[in-house]
């Protein structure tokens, strides 16, 4: 069965409580989707007064500990995310591995973690436009997704309930309003999805690869479309109902 498309708003350090009327109509919004997993990682303290009133969207984290609990001060749990009613998280994002040097290995213990507190995960990878002028871009995103994938029997687990994901990101069109080539996107997406199923085995062909970098309602649909593309992960336009509710029509369109 074809994977539905999984549409993810990630509000970085943006909101308040005030913002959550935006959430809410996204919320109301998602209500009339049947063919599309959307979802919404609102900053820390949003987080509990967005997961209890949302019903028709997934509310999820933006990062976590590796730990379970202890003396990490400013850092919170995934176990805590999922007490407070998060069920994913996203883990890796570009903006963490530049502004807290997260590494492959760091961003795979925390996607461990998470699949340990029983929430589903978004693991992001993405090149740097050097490291894509230099023609690396796709070892360099090979390297990522080898190293910070979570493995064994959890991950395996968690990919054939849907639960595992892969967000595609170059670092280059994040927030920039630069997209990359449709044709560029197939090619680094048959790679990623070649690389998990030599890591997961068949489990692997469950992972959904999502795109992200500056997806807005006007591209959303020639990306969406693209084959290897499973969703989106979309920062600036998911912090209004309507660029974000555009996105889900586009990716409802690109799955009938
Ligand atoms: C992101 O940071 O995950 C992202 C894709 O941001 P934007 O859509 O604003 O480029």
């Not at 990682?41 to 949302?54: H, V």
């Not at 999820?60 to 805590?80: E, L, N, P």
């Not at 979570?150 to 309930?161: K, R, V």
């Given at each position: 069965m074809a994977q539905q498309p999984y549409i993810v708003g990630n509000w970085k350090m943006n909101?308040?409580?005030?913002?959550?009327?935006?959430?809410?109509?996204?919320?109301?919004g998602a209500h009339r989707v049947t063919t599309v997993q959307v979802a919404l990682a609102p900053p820390f303290p949003l987080i509990a007064l967005l997961a209890e009133e949302a019903s028709a969207i997934g509310v999820g984290g933006q990062d976590c500990h590796t730990a379970i609990k202890g003396a990490h001060t400013g850092d919170v749990s995934a176990a805590m995310l999922a007490d407070i009613g998060a069920g994913f998280v996203i883990v890796g994002h570009s903006e963490r591995r530049?502004?807290?040097?997260?590494?492959?290995?760091?961003?795979?213990?925390?996607?461990?973690?998470?699949?340990?507190?029983?929430?589903?995960?978004?693991?992001?990878?993405?090149?740097?436009?050097?490291?894509?002028?230099?023609?690396?871009?796709?070892?360099?995103?090979?390297?990522?997704?080898?190293?910070?994938?979570?493995?064994?029997?959890?991950?395996?687990?968690?990919?054939?309930?849907?639960?595992?994901?892969?967000?595609?990101?170059?670092?280059?069109?994040?927030?920039?309003?630069?997209?990359?080539?449709?044709?560029?996107?197939?090619?680094?997406?048959?790679?990623?999805?070649?690389?998990?199923?030599?890591?997961?085995?068949?489990?692997?062909?469950?992972?959904?690869?999502?795109?992200?970098?500056?997806?807005?309602?006007d591209n959303a649909a020639e990306l969406l479309a693209a084959p290897g593309v499973t969703g989106a992960l979309v920062g600036g336009a998911s912090l209004a109902a309507e660029t974000f509710l555009a996105i889900v029509g586009a990716a409802i369109k690109a799955n009938s």
């Amino acid at each position: 069965m074809a994977q539905q498309p999984y549409i993810v708003g990630n509000w970085k350090m943006n909101g308040s409580r005030a913002m959550l009327a935006e959430a809410r109509a996204i919320d109301r919004g998602a209500h009339r989707v049947t063919t599309v997993q959307v979802a919404l990682a609102p900053p820390f303290p949003l987080i509990a007064l967005l997961a209890e009133e949302a019903s028709a969207i997934g509310v999820g984290g933006q990062d976590c500990h590796t730990a379970i609990k202890g003396a990490h001060t400013g850092d919170v749990s995934a176990a805590m995310l999922a007490d407070i009613g998060a069920g994913f998280v996203i883990v890796g994002h570009s903006e963490r591995r530049r502004d807290h040097d997260e590494t492959d290995a760091l961003v795979r213990e925390k996607a461990q973690a998470a699949l340990a507190a029983g929430i589903g995960v978004i693991v992001c990878v993405g090149e740097t436009l050097a490291e894509r002028d230099g023609g690396h871009a796709e070892t360099v995103v090979g390297r990522q997704v080898t190293g910070s994938l979570p493995l064994g029997d959890a991950a395996i687990e968690a990919a054939l309930h849907g639960n595992l994901s892969i967000a595609y990101e170059p670092v280059w069109a994040i927030g920039t309003g630069r997209v990359a080539a449709v044709a560029d996107v197939i090619a680094m997406h048959a790679a990623i999805g070649a690389r998990v199923t030599d890591l997961l085995g068949e489990a692997g062909s469950k992972v959904r690869i999502l795109y992200g970098g500056s997806v807005n309602g006007d591209n959303a649909a020639e990306l969406l479309a693209a084959p290897g593309v499973t969703g989106a992960l979309v920062g600036g336009a998911s912090l209004a109902a309507e660029t974000f509710l555009a996105i889900v029509g586009a990716a409802i369109k690109a799955n009938s």
